[in-house]
C-alpha cells in the first residue's frame, strides 16, 4: 500500500501549484483523505480533508478560499489546488488516507496511511 504525493515546487508568491496524491496497492475509494503540511520547526498540521464521496471537504482557516480539495475514485488519486500562495505556505506537503468513515479528521490521529511528502516552497 503507497500513497505517493507530486507537484511540489518553488513558485513565487501569487501563484499556484497543484498536488496530487496517488495511490497505489489497494483502493481508498471508501476512504476519506486529507492534506497534511509540516514547516521546518513546526508540527505537522492538517491542511485539508475530503470524504470518500466527495461530498464533504473540510479546510484550515488559512486554506479557506485558496486551495481546493478533490478526488477522483476512478483514478485513485486526491488533488489539492493551491492558489494565491503565500511563503507561510511554505513546506512539505504529505497526503494521507483515513478510516471508511464519510466524515473528515483534522488530526494526524484519524488517518492511517501516509504518503513521503512534496516540498512546497513559495518565494516572495
Known amino acids: 500500500v503507497q500513497l505517493q504525493a507530486s507537484g511540489g515546487g518553488l513558485v513565487q508568491a501569487g501563484g499556484s501549484l497543484r498536488l496530487s496524491c496517488a495511490a497505489s496497492?489497494?483502493?481508498?475509494?471508501?476512504?476519506?483523505m486529507g492534506w497534511f503540511r509540516q514547516a521546518p520547526g513546526k508540527e505537522r498540521e492538517f491542511v485539508a480533508g475530503?470524504?470518500?464521496?466527495?461530498?464533504?471537504?473540510a479546510y484550515t482557516d488559512s486554506a479557506k478560499g485558496r486551495f481546493t480539495v478533490s478526488r477522483d475514485n476512478a483514478k485513485n488519486t486526491m488533488y489539492l489546488q493551491m492558489n494565491s500562495l503565500k511563503p507561510d505556505d511554505t513546506a512539505v506537503y504529505y497526503c494521507?488516507?483515513?478510516?471508511?468513515?464519510?466524515?473528515?479528521?483534522?488530526?494526524?490521529?484519524?488517518?492511517?496511511?501516509w504518503g513521503q511528502g512534496t516540498l512546497v516552497t513559495v518565494s516572495s
Open positions: 496497492g489497494r483502493s481508498f475509494s471508501r476512504n476519506s
Open positions: 494521507a488516507a483515513g478510516q471508511p468513515l464519510p466524515i473528515v479528521m483534522r488530526t494526524t490521529r484519524g488517518y492511517d496511511y
Open positions: 475530503i470524504s470518500w464521496s466527495g461530498g464533504i471537504t
